[in-house]
């Protein structure tokens, strides 16, 4: 079985500064790290090879320095990690960056495409059902659980707000994980020995038969009009005091009363 | 790629009317209110897009809700919310009818098969917007949206190509009151064929105890941190939860101590939730706490550290321990 | 200070680092609290690698080419143990079981049992110690008589670390008691084995989350194929053998402890305020923290220098490893309680680290040996090299 798992490089949120005096992020205080949600997605395509065989190739587009991540992933046991870069790529929205992804995806050969849910700097969600298109292929997104597989079909648990949508699928198929999912595993010892070794192979877009018409900043639909820090009325609390936690929480209560929220 | 549109052809703002087993989602009354706000400068009709099995009878609460146009599509295979199937009818019905702008509610549905119709009719697509504004001369729809769990807001334009499509948040705009007076059209389209054609098939729906507590829809959440120290301590927030008629959060430390599950997890790896009042108890405000939480109403903290960056968000605060503070509020809240 | 490590050493302490951090000390107060033995962690351990580092490559592990893997095995330890001294020793309780084997076992015996310890599949665990023989190994009672094709196992074993978790037990039995040390034998048992089971879990004060019980053989039949080497007398010698193998194990848990209680009081004193300013700043405290952090580094030390020194092949290191345990243990022992007494009453409370450190360093001072009897150890040695110049 021919798994695919997509993956990005986003900032590192968790170490992320803010800055105090304007309440926004100091962005060039994070790292990079592989997309938390992703994580769960490359788990999953592991854990699918050990029941099923076959190989599990990581793709992500992006810039040389995502090579690092890539490595990661070999530490926890994927076959291929490459690196699907190009200045052609440049600027990307999510329609353009499908395309390229759906072509990568075709020249590694695939059965079981994963991806996270979304990423966390993008939040779009959009990439996983918009190659699944661009392949002609089903996506199935929120999957929090892989509940039967064999070599023709798939049938997984999907978060829906309300509760989970069972669903069957014939393969090849495209999923969205969710953090449910699993819980993903460390880099083993192994790993990370053939890690240090592995030169991730960097495809282009020629190698993998895209159509320059398709990607970029110009062949993308959306475009970014402006983008801005969103303004925090920092440090405006109020703070409230009292003898007491009763006394206290008396305060708030008729604050919030005051303000209609408490009835 | 880029052909010549000619973008004149493209006119009227679509509404993907989401329902799920006959019931709407509240969202769809929400994108009517601001399609008809956004019609008025535009000169244009509002038109619905019902999917599904036996639904018609609830196009009548779509003209009431605001739609001009109701596009009806009945059809067994459309029970239950298929991506393929779902998307393949909106793309079809969007290449008939060549609408200027489609919205959908940046839910669990629309986001999973809305990507799939923007491939198809070859136009972009904007997630998870929380506002709009329009720019008359080039009739462009300037999709506000934040990014970076909610730390950068960016304005997206689709200027070449038709449809403009975007996913929007809920519970950001409002409803229009419905009107069972107001007249409009129903109409009932006809699909090629192929579009019926899936690979996927749903098989049952299994309602989750926890939805009686969906975050992503309470007014009021009541968070639990790494503070609270336990998984039993929680009980103290599902206290003042049920008190107040909230439901229950958590920050990703609590969820990753195995004190609560995943599914009460509020920030940038769980859900995103603006609801009317937050309180975060025992919560220092990381910053990928603070991006799921930072748009909700009325932000109360309760800590014991004064210099806790959630009180940088928060509208008032309580320094101290949570332990006593937190049934005290329970108490209080209860006698009323 | 800078050890030199290989780039392979460097992975070995980056992979335990990462799964300490990010598996063992989320869970650690729990498992302390609870006394549960840490399966989940285990597994974790065995899916990163670490469980096989001091075996062969040729039987399933990742011993570096041509080295015992020792040097491997304690700088896991070592990391393991600065977040849990208590779970850690799951692993080095599966090694300590296991160097008879590698010590003394016929090739085929090491076939059959060393790859599925080494990926971790299964555990293994080390019976010698009985109620009234511990250091005393000469004044054991457990017995085994041969009959036909097997060995007819009596006697209990107690204090067995990983005793009714672990599927491979190398047990000490007298095979001839008329022969003193030199009529004691070494046999493989396997878990289920007919007439071989285990008494209660013990209560203890540290180390919680590993567990101990008795080994208890009533008429226990083992096949005669599982003596140790094949040969009935030897094992006085593989005992010994054994814990000059462990102890810099033992060592290095102890030097974890140490190290991760030295690195929770500093972080505390950088944090703590009294008298308007951070403790760090108190002369006090400066010179405790300066006192513990020279006694952690010379403990390291002694202990990385013992285990380079088994892996590059010395035949004698029996004094050295006694004073890498007996050192490290010392060490332990006075950083968490001085760890304990920055913390001030805090420290004392269970919601705070150094409590279950200081609990957990006990045993260090204990087991495979008291400090007394390493004592006694490296100075018999001592006078017996002085005799020998003359």
Redesign the interface.
């Known amino acids: 079985m021919k798994i695919v798992v997509c993956i990005k490089q986003v900032p590192d949120t968790t170490n992320i500064k803010i800055d105090p005096e304007t309440g926004t992020l100091k962005r060039e205080s994070a790292g990079t790290v592989m997309n938390p949600f992703d994580m769960y997605a490359v788990e999953e395509g592991l854990r699918i090879k050990e029941k099923m065989g076959g190989t599990v190739t990581v793709i992500t587009m992006g810039p040389a320095m995502a090579k690092e991540m890539l490595k990661s992933t070999i530490g926890m046991g994927v076959d291929e990690a490459v690196l699907l870069s190009d200045r052609l790529l440049a600027g990307s929205d999510t329609w353009a960056t499908s395309y390229a992804l759906a072509k990568a995806c075709e020249k590694a050969g695939y059965d079981i495409i994963l991806f996270g849910k979304q990423a966390v700097d993008g939040d779009t969600a959009q990439v996983g059902p918009s190659t699944a298109q661009y392949l002609n292929i089903p996506s199935l997104t929120w999957v929090k659980k892989v509940r039967e597989i064999s070599d023709r079909d798939i049938t997984v648990e999907r978060m829906m707000e309300d509760g989970v949508d069972v669903v069957k699928s014939s393969l090849p198929v495209a999923l969205t994980v969710v953090k449910e999912i699993n819980e993903p595993r460390l880099e083993s010892l192994k790993g990370k020995m053939r890690a240090k070794k592995y030169d991730p192979p960097i495809w282009t877009l020629a190698d993998i038969n895209g159509d320059p018409n398709m990607v970029g900043v110009k062949n993308s639909p959306t475009r970014v009009a402006k983008s801005w820090n969103a303004v925090r009325e920092a440090g405006k609390a109020e703070m409230i005091d009292g003898p007491d936690a009763a006394a206290k929480a008396d305060v708030l209560f008729s604050r919030l009363k005051g303000l209609g929220i408490i009835k | 790629?880029?052909d010549t549109l000619n973008k004149d052809e493209y006119r009227g703002i679509w509404v993907f009317a989401e329902q799920?087993r006959g019931q709407f989602?509240n969202v769809t009354f929400e994108l009517l209110g601001k399609a008809r706000e956004l019609a008025e400068p535009l000169k244009c009709e509002v038109s619905a897009v019902l999917v599904g099995n036996g639904i018609e009878a609830k196009a009548p609460e779509l003209i009431a809700a605001g739609a001009d146009r109701v596009y009806v599509v009945d059809n067994p295979k459309l029970e239950?919310?298929n991506?393929?199937l779902y998307?393949n009818v909106v793309a079809d019905l969007a290449k008939q009818f060549k609408p200027e702008i489609i919205l959908a509610g940046a839910?669990?549905?629309g986001?999973?098969?809305l990507?799939?119709v923007?491939?198809?009719v070859?136009?972009?697509?904007?997630?998870?917007c929380t506002a709009f504004e329009l720019d008359m001369e080039q009739r462009n729809l300037?999709q506000i949206r934040?990014?970076?769990?909610?730390?950068?807001?960016?304005?997206?334009?689709?200027?070449?190509?038709r449809p403009q499509m975007s996913t929007v948040r809920y519970k950001v705009f409002k409803a229009i009151p419905a009107d069972a007076s107001r007249k409009g059209e129903i109409v009932k389209p006809s699909i090629k064929a192929d579009c019926f054609n899936?690979?996927?098939?749903?098989?049952?729906?299994?309602?989750?105890v926890e939805?009686t507590i969906?975050i992503?829809?309470a007014d009021?959440i009541v968070s639990g941190g790494r503070g609270m120290?336990s998984g039993d301590n929680f009980k103290l927030i599902s206290d003042l939860a049920r008190a107040?008629g909230g439901a229950v959060g958590a920050s990703r430390a609590a969820v990753?101590?195995?004190w609560i599950k995943?599914?009460h997890?509020v920030g940038?790896?769980?859900k995103t939730v603006s609801p009317?009042?937050y309180i975060a108890c025992g919560i220092s405000g990381?910053?990928?706490h603070?991006?799921g939480m930072?748009s909700s109403?009325?932000i109360?903290?309760i800590n014991k550290d004064?210099e806790a960056?959630i009180?940088?968000?928060?509208?008032?605060?309580?320094?101290?321990?949570l332990f006593?503070?937190v049934?005290?509020?329970t108490?209080?809240?209860k006698k009323g | 200070m800078n050890y030199f490590l290989s780039e392979e050493e460097e992975m070995i302490v980056e992979t335990s680092r990462e799964l300490a951090l990010k598996k063992i000390k989320p869970v650690r107060e729990h498992y302390d609290a609870e006394g549960i033995f840490p399966w989940d962690i285990v597994k974790e351990m065995s899916d990163a690698g670490l469980m096989g580092l001091y075996i062969p490559q040729e039987y399933g592990g990742m011993a570096p080419e041509g080295k015992r893997g020792i040097m491997s095995m304690v700088l896991c330890v070592e990391e393991l143990s600065k977040i849990c001294g208590g779970i850690s020793l799951a692993m080095a309780a599966s090694a300590l079981g296991t160097f008879p084997m590698l010590i003394g076992g016929t090739d085929a015996q090491k076939k059959k049992y060393l790859p599925d310890i080494a990926s971790g599949k299964k555990l293994a665990a080390f019976g010698l110690t009985e109620a009234n023989a511990g250091s005393d190994a000469g004044s054991m009672r457990t017995t085994a008589v041969k009959k036909g094709d097997k060995y007819i196992l009596n006697g209990t074993k107690q204090w067995i670390t990983n005793g009714s978790m672990a599927e491979t037990y190398t047990v000490f039995a007298m095979t001839d008691k008329s022969k003193g040390t030199r009529g004691c034998s070494c046999f493989i048992v396997e878990k289920g084995t007919p007439g071989f089971s285990f008494g209660k879990k013990e209560n203890k004060m540290g180390i919680r989350a590993s567990a101990t019980t008795e080994l208890i053989f009533q008429d226990c039949e083992v096949p005669a194929e599982n003596l140790m080497g094949g040969k009935e007398g030897l094992g006085f010698i593989h005992a010994v053998g054994t814990l000059n193998m462990s102890r810099p194990g033992v060592a290095s848990q102890a030097l974890g402890i140490a190290a991760g209680a030295l690195d929770e009081a500093v972080a505390y004193t950088r944090q703590r305020e009294q008298f308007g300013t951070k403790i760090s700043s108190f002369q006090a405290v400066q010179h405790m923290l300066a006192n513990m952090a020279v006694e952690v580094e010379a403990a390291r030390g002694l202990v990385y220098n013992v285990a380079r020194m088994v892996d590059a092949g010395a035949a004698d290191f029996a004094k050295e490893s006694a004073m890498a345990k007996y050192y490290a243990s010392e060490v332990a022992m006075r950083t968490t309680t001085n760890a304990v007494q920055i913390f001030g009453g805090y420290g004392y409370m269970k919601e705070y680290p150094v409590e279950k450190m200081m609990r957990d360093a006990k045993i260090t001072q204990i087991y495979e040996g008291t400090s007394q009897i390493q004592l006694n150890e490296i100075a018999a040695k001592l006078i017996k090299e002085s005799a020998k110049k003359k």
Not at chain 2, 198 to 208: C, G, H, P, V
Not at chain 2, 311 to 321: E, N, Q, S, W
Request: charge should be negative.
């Open positions: 790629m880029a799920r989602h239950h919310f991506d393929e998307a839910t669990a549905v986001r999973a098969f990507p799939r923007s491939i198809q070859n136009a972009g697509l904007t997630a998870d300037l934040p990014a970076f769990g909610g730390s950068l807001m960016a304005k997206i334009m689709t200027p070449e190509r899936a690979r996927s098939e749903f098989l049952e729906f299994i309602q989750e939805a969906n992503a829809e009021v120290g107040i990753d101590s195995g995943y599914s997890q940038q790896t769980g009317k009042l990381a910053v990928q603070l991006a930072q109403d009325t109360v903290a004064p960056p009180f940088g968000v928060a509208k008032y605060g309580i320094v101290g321990d006593q503070i049934p005290a509020l108490e209080r809240i």
